[in-house]
T-cell receptor, first 112, second 116 residues
């Protein structure tokens, strides 16, 4: 079945360093991937979208890559800050009906 | 309002009771989605409304779950004869255009449902 997988272990990063989160997809090739941020008790908030024909997308301190060979997207936060601490979710649409499939999210903790 | 609004924010009820959850999407958004999020898990699609088209109910886990939407406005998700396994956060999202467009979804903060 089509799956989106993210590392379920929390990622601890020192403030100022670059945080890198991974999203792997299996058994299909999505047309695009989306990344969202979710804070405790809140709904997800959209961050970035990258299409299959784009290798990289940037927005301020955020960068997303899409590697169709590795079937993977990487999400980078440069110069990380404690305020970046949250759970980051990736999602990608099914080819058949565009319904988003969601990863379980990776909890990012930025330590001062 | 500026964003998607959901009510109630928390609901505690006894097993066997019916519950109704409400979602007010962003004005002008034609697409509306309901998801379920269990602790530590990804979002699980439940149902999708697009304009006046028949809803995509393929994600509803059982016939105890149903949802309605009035035009392009408010939606309600109803769970009948609640079970403990229904305990989760129910999230609603809306987007300007339909599911086939590569656009972000805008989420409410969810209803945290606890079944005793």
């Amino acid at each position: 079945s089509q799956k989106i997988e993210q590392n379920s272990e929390a990622l601890n990063i020192q403030e100022g360093k670059t945080a890198t989160l991974t999203c792997n997809y299996t058994n299909y090739s999505p047309a695009y991937l989306q990344w969202y941020r979710q804070d405790p008790g809140r709904g997800p908030v959209f961050l970035l979208l990258i299409r299959e024909n784009e290798k990289e997308k940037r927005k301020e301190r955020l960068k997303v890559t899409f590697d169709t060979t590795l079937k993977q997207s990487l999400f980078h936060i440069t110069a990380s800050q404690p305020a970046d601490s949250a759970t980051y979710l990736c999602a990608a649409p099914r080819r058949s009906n565009y319904q988003l499939i969601w990863g379980a999210g990776t909890k990012l903790i930025i330590k001062p | 309002g500026a964003g998607v609004s959901q009510s109630p924010s928390n609901k505690v009820t006894e097993k066997g009771k019916d519950v109704e959850l409400r979602c007010d999407p962003i004005s002008g958004h034609t697409a509306l989605y309901w998801y379920r999020q269990r602790l530590g898990q990804g979002l699980e699609f439940l149902i999708y409304f697009q304009g006046n088209s028949a809803p995509d109910k393929s994600g509803l886990p059982s016939d105890r779950f149903s949802a309605e939407r009035t035009g392009e406005s408010v939606s309600t998700l109803t769970i009948q004869r609640t079970q403990q396994e229904d305990s989760a956060v129910y999230l609603c999202a809306s987007s300007p255009l339909g599911q086939g467009e590569d656009q972000p979804q805008h989420f409410g903060d969810g209803t945290r449902l606890s079944i005793l």
